[in-house]
């Protein structure tokens, strides 16, 4: 099974530049460069819980949420699309309906480094089937990963919202480009050099796989 090959956050000429460049001679062919830079940067975002590189993913969320200022309990002038969705809700019982949702992934630091699209969103209700929603007509904060539906759009509390969406840093923050060249040095360190570390430990190298695995541990 092939591994995944993400954007890295640093490039081969940035580790092998400087003082890193007798550490990383060893690995000749570009396939090894590559699959070096890979793990470093899968093995940032894990330590991180957090994905630094742009990425295109499909989260499903639970709609369950409702702002205060959002609920619409006095009367509010409403365009006739609002009006089909308020009137719906009503003959249902209800008018708390979900206007807004986060997607997981955002920046920590540096917005105006990060870029992020809304591909497309779904709504799967437990009643009443499926919608597309028309994403030219809802809000998205890539700052803060917030989406806002249009007011009418009908997503009651239950609904699972599916959304595809495209995010990540377009440009490398010179912190995490530092980050993902000392991960990949810790890496060529420990293969290349075992006898120095310590030699083949077995123990050792169980304690760095199960560092490896603790972003996916089961919560």
Known sequence: MAADTPTTLCSWAQLSEGPFANLVQGYTSPSAQDDLLYEATRLCEDACDRRFVT???????????LDV???????????PTSQLGFSRAM?????????????????????ELWTGAINSITLRRSFSGTQNVDVSMIQYEPDTGHVRFQLGTFVPPGTTIVCAYTAG?????????????????????RELDPVQQGGHDPDLLRTDALDALAAFVRQ
């Open 69 to 79: 200022e959002d609920a619409l309990d006095a009367y509010v002038p409403l365009d």
């Open 169 to 189: 840093y377009s440009t490398i923050p010179a912190s995490l480009v530092r980050a993902c060249k000392y991960m990949a040095a810790s890496i060529a360190v």
């Open 55 to 65: 990425f295109t993913a499909t989260e499903t969320q639970r709609a369950d949420a």
């Open 91 to 111: 003959s249902l019982g209800s008018t708390l309906l979900t206007r807004h949702f986060w997607v997981r992934e955002a920046p920590p630091r540096y917005p």
